[in-house]
């Protein structure tokens, strides 16, 4: 039988010794296609062949988190497969004997007085500590913060250096404002990193984005002996990556998302990264629950004259320009009540115009705000925070800036103004509609989608049928409606 010895290198990576033939089939078995590689230029210009290798047979290194995958391609192959211990770095399955269920439900009732944890967050919290690493799936407006900071006070109190990785600058702002609203002592813990702060601080914890660190030098990342990652369905890219691979001496890992794209390739990245996925909690448990808000999608097919297009840019330039549509979406936001978030793909071809038309048709008493990539993230959390005191606010805001993270309780409706295919948008951008505030019964998902189909179908109509199996694996309901544009 062939033997397999496997060690811990440090946080980051173990390594394997076996013989060179095992070594190409591991590197066969933990390579895979990058979905939509082809359209990549990296792979239209033949530098890369579209495929992602996370076992070197080189150095006989993998990711930490992927042990437990290891163990199942062993077994099917029947090899004989041991661990050794690194007397730095410990065992590949260390995990805290003194760690208790109980004993975690005690120390975040003590932490979280303001907020009590619900019972799926008792359990996500148990499993990470027992576990020193975890990827965490759970939906948005499941309390992903909370569980976040119960973490963070843990290994504070052991007296660990923390650095938390966000995407965007609001989200360091709103984690920030979340730990003391918490009940937590934040500007003598805490120290925020991103455009115009300083990256040094002698506090525990560091939250900051991954774009104001990738660049730094493995040295700066020595300290931290704990990362949490919130967002982390984006870690799949090559800076995250690189972020994640400095940190050799970060013992306790911990990702969170409330989505994954349903590829191979990303959950296997991420585990890698994080260690082994659970899932903390379902959308539709939540709602029935009364956790989340009631939910439905009303979905607007718009119906063309037919047209055909010789690729998808040219389709969505002929949409997000069609008069008729823009007005329709204009009137929608007269037509519905309450909070409404409207969002967008392109900021001067469809953002501006939006604005422009429903700034300009709505009564004087409702506010309308436009957000993008340009807007200062002081303006984006005024534009919040003014929004959870408001009845009818609008906003219309790029995907970027307001799919991910962002927390309106008080938000009642949100329109896809642009078509998109990607299941993380949509779920992400769905989350921001299904927290629970003062006065909200429902909330409501207007999807605008494009029939422009003849003899063949149009491609925006293709990424609808896409949208509405994600509903329906989501137990989402939803009604169409057909809308006549031509």
Not at 241 to 263: E, P, V
Not at 439 to 447: C, E, M, N, V
Request: aromatic letters at 12%.
């Amino acid at each position: 039988m062939s033997q397999l010895v496997v060690k811990k290198k440090n946080e980051v990576f173990m390594t394997i010794n076996a013989e060179p033939a095992i070594h190409m089939e591991l590197s066969d078995y933990f390579t895979f296609d990058v979905p939509n590689a082809k359209f990549m230029p990296l792979y239209r210009n033949k530098m890369w062949d579209g495929k992602i290798r996370l076992y070197s047979p080189g150095t006989g290194e993998l990711y930490c988190g992927l042990a437990e995958h290891l163990r199942e391609w062993a077994s099917i192959k029947n090899y004989d497969l041991s661990f050794e211990d690194n007397k730095f770095y410990g065992h590949v399955d260390d995990k805290d004997p003194l760690v208790s269920l109980e004993g975690v439900k005690y120390f975040m009732n003590k932490i979280c007085v303001k907020h009590k944890p619900r019972d799926y967050q008792y359990k996500a919290v148990y499993e990470a500590l027992k576990n020193h690493r975890k990827l965490l799936l759970s939906p948005t407006a499941s309390g992903k913060s909370l569980m976040i900071y119960s973490l963070v006070r843990y290994y504070v109190a052991q007296q660990k250096r923390i650095l938390i990785i966000v995407p965007t600058t609001s989200l360091v702002e709103q984690m920030y404002s979340d730990f003391a609203d918490y009940g937590w002592d934040v500007d003598e813990y805490c120290h925020k990193v991103y455009g115009g702060k300083d990256k040094n601080t002698d506090r525990e914890v560091v939250i900051s984005t991954w774009q104001s660190i990738y660049k730094f030098p493995k040295r700066y990342f020595d300290d931290f002996e704990c990362v949490i990652g919130d967002e982390a369905h984006q870690f799949k890219s090559k800076s995250l990556t690189g972020i994640m691979t400095k940190l050799h001496q970060a013992k306790y890992r911990f990702g969170f998302t409330g989505t994954l794209d349903g590829s191979a390739t990303h959950k296997w990245v991420l585990e890698g990264l994080f260690g082994a996925c659970e899932k903390v909690t379902k959308t539709d448990d939540l709602i029935k629950k009364g956790y989340l808000s009631n939910f439905r999608i009303k979905v607007l097919v718009c119906k063309h004259e037919y047209q055909h297009f010789a690729d998808f840019h040219s389709e969505m330039e002929y949409i997000v320009t069609h008069q008729k549509r823009n007005n329709l979406i204009k009137n929608l936001v007269n037509d519905i009540s309450g909070n409404t978030l409207v969002l967008f793909n392109y900021v001067e071809k469809h953002g501006e115009p939006l604005y422009e038309l429903i700034n300009n048709s709505v009564g004087n008493d409702r506010k309308v705000f436009f957000v993008h990539g340009g807007t200062d993230i002081e303006d984006r959390e005024a534009v919040r925070i003014i929004t959870e005191k408001e009845d009818n606010a609008v906003i219309i805001a790029s995907y970027g800036t307001f799919s991910t993270g962002i927390n309106i309780k008080r938000l009642h409706n949100i329109i896809f103004a642009s078509p998109s295919k990607s299941r993380v948008r949509n779920l992400q951008s769905i989350g921001r509609v299904l927290r629970k505030g003062e006065g909200k019964d429902i909330a409501t998902l207007y999807d605008i989608a494009d029939d422009i189909s003849g003899r063949r179908e149009n491609y925006t109509l293709k990424h609808l049928y896409e949208r509405i199996a994600i509903y329906q694996e989501e137990n989402f309901k939803y009604e169409t409606i057909k809308v006549d544009l031509r």
